[in-house]
């Protein structure tokens, strides 16, 4: 079975940081496309940053450019987002998702997700 675990949210203040983890069960991550996705209350789903299989990071939303970076450590079978300079509205449920082909910000297109991780950005 493939599972994907978020873990690192919380309560930040503006202008802070978080880093999300993603940590993957039952498949290798070095075959798998791993994007990250967030989903405010209200709100579409929407495609924040994703990382080849051949590791090439791609922010996939304009309003991270600059302040998100995605990485993965295959040893450990983990996918991290480096959050920083956070704003208010990067609050949202934070989500992981694998994909075995290219990276995309369509969500339907990929095959396992995570519960999600809550990122709150408030004074």
């Known amino acids: 079975q493939l599972q994907l675990v978020e873990s690192g949210g919380g309560l930040v203040q503006p202008g802070g940081s978080l880093r999300l983890s993603c940590a993957a069960s039952?498949?290798?991550?070095?075959?798998?496309?791993i994007g990250w996705f967030r989903q405010a209350p209200g709100k579409e789903r929407e495609g924040v940053s994703c990382?080849?299989?051949?590791?090439?990071?791609?922010a996939l939303a304009d309003s991270v450019k600059g302040r998100f970076t995605i990485s993965r450590d295959n040893a450990k079978n983990t996918v991290f987002l480096q959050m920083n300079s956070l704003k208010p509205e990067d609050t949202a449920v934070y989500y992981c998702?694998?994909?075995?082909?290219?990276?995309?910000?369509?969500?339907?297109?990929?095959?396992?997700w995570g519960q999600g991780t809550q990122v709150t950005v408030s004074s």
């Open positions: 039952g498949f290798i991550l070095d075959y798998y496309a």
């Open positions: 990382i080849t299989i051949s590791g090439v990071n791609t």
């Open positions: 998702a694998a994909r075995n082909y290219y990276c995309s910000g369509y969500a339907h297109l990929f095959d396992s």
